[in-house]
């Protein structure tokens, strides 16, 4: 074994598919989840693609003897990957205390435990939002940081500023900031992929509920961008390559000296793709019409993002390589599998 790593967050849905391809890498895992956004079930999906299922904690990261019980049970714990957040943008714009109050004292209860147990590597799971919308595209991770549109872009952004200050104040801990873009899909076996709670807010499940028929018609939001086919343009990125950025991440951090105290590494395909290409691509490799109608602009939505992935394929050795095509076809298995299932 490769050591044990304490993934926060880790029954949603990256933090499933990161502790899959963590489980496959060597690594031992331990999840605590609050279980807020997610289900229980999540492990049992883990354990029918790797054979392991990962200890389990039900607990939230703001409660810090409830963090440290486990580093005192696990004191050979090597790592951390952080997911554990709150991530509705719409819904941070609504409950801003709830978001900062969540995501900003996870982080530091985190970090305040790290040198005590001597934990020397933290992933922190950041987002592209921190780019707002970009002077020009594809971002690098040197692009200006722009003031944040929501409550939950701007915890991303203060979160990697009090990583980067406590690392200026000499302690002595290492950490990767990963920028994701759009993650999509789901794993190719289709016992875990994305579920969120309620009507989903992003692109991606509302889709394939609209096209399995949970939903009526998928609303499309905005087609007078300034965009070759009017619609907004993202970095949509396959889960499973983003999870395996992480595996990367860690291992540089526990086993190359070279590693600096903190790096930033943007997480993406590198391709812009809009919103209608991306149906487009759905309905080709599924042969499943997805209605759909245009309607207004949705608020705070950026026009087109996508990043620069040359740091993290030279330096972290990790590239993206599922297409949109193969990354929407394991999206529509998961919902079949949903519905075969009777969840949806
Ligand atoms: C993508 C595009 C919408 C829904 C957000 C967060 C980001 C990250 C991913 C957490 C946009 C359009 C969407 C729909 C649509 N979250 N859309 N109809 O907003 O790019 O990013 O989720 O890590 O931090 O900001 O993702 O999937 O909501 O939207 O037309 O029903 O799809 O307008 O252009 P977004 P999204």
Excluded at 63 to 78: A, R, Y
Excluded at 125 to 149: F, H, L, R
Aim: charged share 20%; glycine share 10%.
């Amino acid at each position: 074994m490769k050591g044990k790593i304490l993934v926060t967050g880790g029954t949603g849905y990256i933090g499933s598919h990161t502790t899959v391809e963590l489980q496959n890498s060597g690594y031992e895992v331990i999840i605590i989840d609050n279980l807020s956004n997610s289900n229980i079930d999540v492990l049992d999906g883990i354990k029918r693609i790797t054979g392991i299922k990962p200890e389990f904690v039900q607990g939230d990261c703001t409660d810090i003897e409830c963090l440290e019980n486990i580093f005192k049970k696990h004191s050979d714990i090597k790592g951390i990957i952080n997911f554990a957040a709150s991530k509705a943008v719409g819904e941070s714009i609504a409950k801003p205390l709830l978001y900062y109050r969540n995501n900003l004292n996870t982080l530091m209860n985190l970090l305040e435990i790290m040198p005590k147990y001597g934990v020397k590597a933290l992933v922190f799971s950041s987002s592209c939002t921190v780019y707002g919308e970009p002077d020009e595209n594809p971002v690098t991770e040197n692009s200006p940081i722009k003031a944040a549109t929501s409550p939950y872009g701007n915890t991303k952004q203060i979160c990697e500023e009090i990583i980067t200050d406590y690392i200026k104040s000499g302690v002595n801990i290492k950490s990767t900031i990963l920028r994701y873009f759009n993650p999509v899909g789901a794993h190719p076996s289709a016992e875990i992929g994305e579920l969120p709670n309620g009507v989903p807010q992003n692109l991606v499940p509302y889709l394939t509920q609209t096209a399995i028929g949970v939903r009526n018609e998928l609303s499309v939001f905005g087609n007078d961008y300034s965009t070759p086919d009017g619609s907004c343009i993202r970095d949509f990125i396959n889960v499973v390559d983003l999870a395996k950025a992480h595996v990367c991440a860690l291992d540089r951090m526990i086993e190359n000296p070279e590693c600096e105290p903190l790096e930033t590494y943007n997480l993406g395909t590198g391709n812009g793709v809009s919103v209608m290409e991306l149906i487009n691509a759905f309905e080709k490799v599924t042969g499943v019409k997805v209605p759909h109608k245009i309607v207004g602009r949705r608020i705070g939505d950026i026009e087109k993002v996508w990043g620069n992935p040359n740091r993290a394929n030279s330096i972290l050795g990790w590239k993206a390589k599922i297409g949109i095509e193969e990354t929407m076809l394991t999206a529509w298995n998961w919902q079949l599998q949903l519905r075969k299932k009777g969840i949806m």
